[in-house]
């Protein structure tokens, strides 16, 4: 019989009586907690007069501690989040019309590209005349007519105040006449007539006159009416753009309202994005904003306006922010997203995992207390990054359960394994 063989089945069953029955002892001798085998008489005197400690209380501490439940805490310190509002939006043009047509006819002008730059007032679309000319004449040559007509509606009327004074003086004198029986009834009552008859010659002459002036407005607005007309053959660029369209193509019919060209200016260029209504009221008109493009082009500029009411669907409210644009490299409708500058405040970032729900189904974090106990603290989602989730609402120094909080409620009693942030 071989000596090795039977000394190792000797040294297996020792280390496996040991790992059995002595486990604790063992476990405590690898952490070097063996306690020393001999004490002084000193000591076990003094150890004789120490009462004993109470086997039952003894069990109940270490019974509870093997009642708590282990987790991983997070000791996590509030740190300040920088002052900025996260959206998405998109690259808007800061003005687009589609220039239309006011009154019927043909072009005669070549059309223009698009693409092709344009300034205030340069011509787009011109429409053949036909007898508008003629008709602004014809115009013209009333409104001459009319003004001539009316001195004379005039003389006539101060020719009929003269006859009413007459008839007045004649009618005055019949009746002093007749007063003294000088004078008989048959002249007092023609006097009278003549006297009502320049009366009314006056409103003849004023209602003439009326007439006259009345031809006048007439003529004039004929004539204006005629130049507007003439006006509207030529159509031109409402402000410094581009053009998003051809112009209409020569000889073709154009009606009221029909398009002769889109045009859009892009030299300022508005980033337009949707905050929610939970961040609106962080932004101001004026605030310093940046953009950055699809492209990764990054952009500058300033709020102009924070929309008052939301959007029905989305309750959101619109924000847009003026950049410049003057070498036009922005095109309208571009991907961007948008940091709003705004008051910053402090916040604590935590892993995703660690958001969970009460049973009220509102959203938080289980923090560890003094007492070594589980409890739940609501939080306001602040910012959503790749590396973690930037949270409001805890104390400046929290220690978050990151491992076990779904395991655990409202004063159960935990086990804590602490880490650091950077772990």
């Not at 030529?234 to 060209?261: K, N, V």
Request: aromatic fraction near 4%; proline fraction near 3%.
């Amino acid at each position: 019989m071989r000596l090795i063989p039977l000394l190792t089945a000797v040294a297996v069953s020792v280390g496996l009586y040991f790992l059995v029955f002595q486990r604790e002892d063992l476990f405590a001798f690898a952490r070097g907690e063996a306690q020393a085998e001999t004490i002084s008489t000193g000591d076990a005197d003094k150890k004789a007069e120490t009462p004993a400690a109470d086997p039952s209380s003894t069990e109940a501490a270490a019974e509870t501690q093997d009642n708590r439940i282990g987790v991983v805490v997070l000791r996590s310190q509030a740190r300040p989040l920088d002052s900025a509002v996260i959206l998405r939006g998109q690259t808007r043009a800061a003005r687009q019309v589609e220039v239309r047509a006011e009154t019927s006819s043909t072009i005669i002008s070549e059309p223009l590209r698009k693409g092709h730059h344009v300034k205030t007032g340069d011509l787009l679309c011109e429409l053949d005349a036909g007898t508008r000319h003629a008709a602004h004449q014809e115009a013209q040559a009333r409104l001459i007519e009319a003004r001539a007509q009316a001195p004379e509606a005039a003389a006539r009327l101060e020719e009929a105040k003269a006859r009413l004074r007459e008839a007045q003086i004649n009618l005055t004198a019949a009746e002093k006449l007749s007063v003294d029986g000088y004078a008989s009834e048959t002249r007092l009552a023609a006097a009278r007539a003549a006297e009502r008859s320049a009366v009314a010659g006056i409103a003849t002459a004023e209602g003439g006159l009326e007439t006259s002036r009345a031809g006048i407005e007439s003529a004039a607005a004929a004539v204006a009416s005629t130049e507007k007309e003439i006006q509207r053959l030529r159509i031109t660029a409402p402000f410094d753009g581009l053009l998003e369209s051809d112009t209409a193509e020569i000889g073709s019919l154009m009606q009221p309202g029909s398009l002769c060209a889109t045009v859009i200016q892009l030299d300022t260029i508005k980033v337009v994005g949707y905050v929610p209504e939970t961040e609106v009221n962080r932004i101001e008109v004026g605030a310093l904003a940046g953009a950055e493009l699809a492209n990764g082009m990054r952009v500058q500029g300033t709020v102009t306006f924070v929309s008052r009411s939301a959007d029905p669907n989305t309750r959101t409210f619109e924000v847009e922010i003026a950049v410049d644009n003057t070498d036009l490299r922005i095109r309208d409708g571009q991907t961007a997203d948008i940091a709003i500058a705004a008051e910053g405040r402090k916040a604590h970032k935590l892993p995703q995992s660690a958001l969970t729900l009460d049973n009220e189904g509102r959203l938080g974090v289980r923090l560890v207390r003094a007492d070594h106990s589980a409890g739940f603290e609501r939080v306001d989602v602040l910012r959503d990054t790749s590396d973690g989730i930037w949270v409001g609402g805890l104390p400046d120094e929290a220690d978050v359960i990151v491992v076990g909080q779904d395991f655990v409620t409202d004063g159960v009693p935990v086990r804590p394994t602490y880490r650091e942030a950077s772990q």
